[in-house]
Structures are given as C-alpha cells and as structure tokens.
C-alpha cells in the first residue's frame, strides 16, 4: 500500500492543489495529513483518498474544522492518531507538543511516526520506528510531501 503523507498546508489551497495532483500521479492509495490544515476548503481537495487529519498549532476553530472532516467522509484525529494500515502501527501528530512528541518516539510502539510542524522535511530512524516529517505545502522551500510504502516503510520525500 502506498501512503501520501502531508503538513502545514495552513489552508493555502492553490499549494495544495499541487500536491493534490503530485499524489494522483503517484497513485496513493491513503492520505495523512500531520496538522496545521487550515480551512474547509484543504479539506475538500482530499476527496479521492481516504485522508487521516490530525490538528496543528496554527488550527483554530478546531470544532468547526472537525465538522468539515468529518462531513467530507474523511477521519479526525484531534492532536493524535493511533492508526493500523497495511499491517504496520502508524502515530499521526503535529509535533508542537514536544514532550508529546518526544514519548511518542521513544515509546518504540510505533513503527512509523508522522509528523509536521518544523516545514522541514525528515527521514530518520530512532530504534524501531521510522520518523518522518514530510516538510509542508506552506512556508517551506522547497515545498514536499512524502510518500511511503507498506509494508516494507520506505519512505521518500518529494518536491513540488
């Protein structure tokens, strides 16, 4: 299974409309979203993928939000999702709670950690999790989201 992975799209929607295409040619089969989604709209452009949100900092009106997720198919998290896919334990937070953050990949729970906040994108390995920072669609250059396979967990990050 191929996993699109994205972050701080701070409801810019043209920017995410070019991930959007980036991850129809890639053909993702699941989107996860680490947080800081921004508005409605962001939301809408998830349409052709079963999509996991979690919520960032830069969230406001978090129950407003949560009712566009939910009200376009799609799952919210709040700040954490504990997620099973294709066999492997996935946590799915914005990593501005840094302690939060910091239990979470030293737990050795999880086999891959998602995570944005920094608009930095990152690939690393802590012990037996994957930890991985897709960069952001927002504020960040270059922009990236990544893509990662299950079940082997290889992870790419890749350009827009």
């Known amino acids: 299974m191929r996993l699109g992975i994205v972050s701080d ?15 129809e040619s890639l053909a993702v089969e699941r989107v996860l979203h680490c947080g800081d989604v921004g508005s409605a709209e962001v939301v809408a452009l998830f349409a052709p993928w079963p999509t996991d949100f979690v919520f960032g900092n830069c969230d406001a009106n978090r129950r407003a939000l949560a009712a566009a997720i939910e009200a376009a198919g799609k799952t919210c998290h709040y700040e954490f999702g504990d997620l099973a896919i294709g066999g492997k334990r996935i946590a799915l937070l914005h990593s501005d709670d840094r302690r939060r ?59 827009l």
């Open 9 to 23: 799209t701070h409801g810019h929607v043209d920017q995410t409309r070019r991930a959007i295409r980036m991850l």
């Open 101 to 159: 953050f910091q239990e979470t990949i030293e737990s050795g729970q999880w086999d891959l950690v998602c995570y944005g906040h920094t608009h930095v994108a990152a690939i690393e390995r802590r012990g037996p999790t994957l930890v991985l920072n897709p960069g952001a669609l927002y504020r960040a250059n270059p922009h990236s989201l990544a893509v990662v396979e299950l079940p082997s967990l290889e992870a790419t990050i890749v350009e």
